[in-house]
């Protein structure tokens, strides 16, 4: 009882930031008893729901806006946690690749630094940050939805079905590309480069961070003003996928010789139609 008292009696983002503190530390624990370095992607799709349903819970789940944030950040993380379960991704071994690279690449006593600085501390706050637009609409609990919410809300949802999409058919095309290897023959391809991806090299990518700026907007709808501190988290994730973006085409390009062809023909990020090869 005690506990629940000083759970309703305390701002709901200081103990979001000391829940963040204690997966971050448990991600980090585990890494370091396991050897894998992909605890935090097996949250990924898990926490932004649960922190966003926090935020709505506060008020007693009485509030139009929270609700619908709410609501939306668990469509988003049922869909991803079923994406990243058929890969394997909740298996033993089923690390991202990508880790493996960087470990090769700065040697692991570095690689050990960057665990308990990026993967498990900076990774877990930033899966606090991507929603703390609901802090914002919390501290302005009672304002009605508007417009601006409605819009918000169309725009998740169309990015949302464009990332399911893009994931759809990439996982078509890498299940068919391994049973084809299976059986003794050659792929056609090593990379998708049809559907989305004939716009896009990373259409899923691209929806992900702008599911998060969607949501950001409803932090304006609120009242918390055009330009607030809540942008930080859509801000720092477009950051990262800057970076993990290069890092998987840098991968790509040597597996692949004719990568970089597609560079030169499709649009990094934002869909655009393709360019004369």
Known sequence: MQMLELYRSTDPLTTALWAAGGLALLCWLLSLATKEYSWVDRLWSVTPPLFSIHFAGYVGFSDARLNLMAALTVLWGVRLTYNFARKGGYKAGGEDYRWEEIQAKIGPVW??????????????????????????????????????????????????????????????????????????????????????????????????????????????????????????GAAVLSLLFQGSTGLTEKISARKYPTYAQYQKSTSRLMPWFPRPG
């Open 111 to 232: 690689f050990q630094v960057l665990n308990a600085t990026f993967l498990a501390p900076f990774q877990n706050y930033l899966l606090l940050f991507i929603v703390v637009p609901s802090y914002a609409a919390y501290q302005l609990a009672g304002t009605p939805l508007n417009a601006l919410d409605y819009a918000a809300a169309i725009a998740f949802i169309l990015f949302f079905i464009g990332e399911s999409v893009a994931d759809q058919q990439q996982w078509t095309f890498q299940t068919a590309k391994y049973a084809a290897i299976a059986r003794g023959e050659t792929p056609e391809a090593g990379f998708i480069t049809t559907g989305l991806f004939r716009y896009s090299r990373h259409p899923n990518f691209f929806c992900e961070q702008a599911i998060w700026w969607s949501y950001y907007l409803f932090s304006i709808a609120a009242g918390a003003g055009w330009l607030n501190w809540t942008i930080a």
